[in-house]
């Protein structure tokens, strides 16, 4: 464990323009091709619980699909 402290929240990038910047098309998941990310980690905030479950749900299973080589 090291003690070095956590990056102050304005040296963090803005998640927004991060997924804005990603080029999400190139990386591949468990399910395969990442393009649909994005849309569902913005999902993860919605108001609407459906869209949060489904975005949920996706995320369990594009992590416990991902097979390490």
């Known amino acids: 464990m090291t003690s070095e402290a956590a ?3 304005e040296d963090l990038p803005v998640p ?3 997924l ?3 080029h999400w098309g190139s990386l591949r998941h468990g399910m395969g091709s990442a393009e649909d990310a994005p ?3 913005t999902g993860l905030l919605d ?4 869209v949060r479950s489904r ?3 996706y995320l369990h299973h594009v992590v ?3 097979r390490s080589p």
Do not use: G, I, K, N
């Open 7 to 9: 990056p102050a929240a």
């Open 16 to 18: 927004a323009a991060v």
């Open 20 to 22: 804005a910047e990603t």
């Open 39 to 41: 849309e569902m980690l």
């Open 47 to 50: 108001t609407d619980e459906r």
């Open 55 to 57: 975005a949920l749900d």
């Open 64 to 66: 416990h699909q991902t």
